[in-house]
């Protein structure tokens, strides 16, 4: 079972003529895309393999990343540029850049001395800002390139050492990609791009680095009076796969029962989430019950980093009738 928190109401329908930005290369989605009326998520219908401009300037051609990329490895590329026009630049680099896009609420007041009244208008915007920029002296670029020129490379460079990983957090993004750029001076910067998917790496979790490891990592989770809370799969957890939980609350009162995996974000107009959830029989917990929650495949991995965290919970709970629930709840690692 996926999250559904809120809408993407006003996400392609340049709402209000209100839009967000993003830095390049990460300006591939038209801006009135990144806003939306108030209580909307305009982020929810951005993938983030949209976000990147293959190229601009003089230039043709591309960056090819080699195999997949985890946090704390390596990145193998191919760049290979056509130069449509002659190019004379004054700087060129490759660089790894990370870029973050978050939702924030926006709000904005005007008054009418004629009428006495104060109006005051709403809505939801998302903007992109460059967190990380890596550049990359050791693979030098020609600053000149004739007209037809070709010049190609193959490069190996570290990926992020701790991270974050690519995510899409559903109201903030978090990406990477390769931009070899070259300053053209009084004219647009001809330059390609790629995105690079950087994946979280498992030993890091494994390690307790940030807030994503530790008690999270714990095969049993114990708490007071006897109770416990179990994972009986492998840790981390992988998008896709089923979580194993089991459960003892031998004083748990009576009452229907519920095993919820919630999501929670510091992203600014973030909102938790349940996950999965799994019905029990009343009174199951006492002996011990066992559930398996069926984890989305495009859930973000745990991390924290740039500014923003994810994280996941297990969460055992009691619905008492005409009374506040009872719950017991848990850390849990996602990779």
């Not at 960056?63 to 946090?71: A, D, H, Q």
């Not at 992109?128 to 037809?148: K, N």
């Not at 492998?234 to 979580?243: F, I, R």
């Not at 929650?293 to 009691?318: H, K």
Request: a negative charge.
């Amino acid at each position: 079972m996926g999250i559904s928190i809120g809408n993407g109401l006003g996400s392609s329908l340049a709402w209000g003529g209100r839009k967000g930005s993003s830095p390049s290369p990460f300006d591939a989605v038209d801006g009135h895309r990144l806003a939306g009326p108030s209580g909307s998520h305009p982020l929810h219908g951005v993938r983030i393999e949209e976000l990147v401009r293959a190229a601009g300037g003089d230039l043709v051609g591309g960056i090819e990343v080699s195999g997949p990329v985890r946090v704390g490895e390596a990145v193998t590329a191919h760049l290979r540029v056509v130069a449509g026009q002659e190019v004379r630049a004054r700087g060129a680099v490759i660089r790894l850049l990370g870029c973050k896009l978050t939702e924030q609420r926006r709000s904005t007041s005007s008054h009418n001395p004629a009428t006495n009244t104060t109006t005051t208008e709403s809505w939801v915007q998302a903007d992109g800002e460059i967190f990380e920029q890596l550049p990359l002296a050791e693979v030098p670029l020609p600053l000149a390139l004739e007209p037809g020129a070709v010049f190609e490379t193959t490069f190996t460079v570290p990926a992020p050492r701790l991270g974050p990983p690519q995510a899409h957090l559903g109201e903030a993004i978090v990406a990477w990609a390769l931009d070899a750029r070259w300053d053209v001076a009084l004219h647009e910067d001809a330059f390609v791009a790629c995105l690079v998917p950087v994946l979280q790496h498992p030993d890091l979790i494994r390690a307790g680095v940030g807030e994503q490891g530790g008690l999270a990592m714990l095969d049993t989770y114990a708490a007071p009076g006897g109770a416990a809370i179990s994972i009986t799969t492998p840790l981390p957890a992988a998008p896709g796969s089923l979580l194993g939980v089991a459960a003892r609350w031998p004083g748990a009162p009576d009452g229907n029962v519920r095993i919820e995996l919630h999501r929670r974000t510091n992203a600014p107009n973030g909102d938790e989430g349940i996950v999965a959830s799994a019905s029990l029989a009343a009174g199951s917990l006492a002996g011990g019950a066992e559930a398996r929650l069926a984890i989305p495949p495009d859930a973000a991995p745990s991390f924290d980093g740039a500014g923003l965290e994810i994280t996941y919970i297990v969460r055992v709970l009691v619905d008492r009738r005409l009374r506040p629930d009872a719950a017991l709840e848990r850390p849990v690692a996602i990779a």
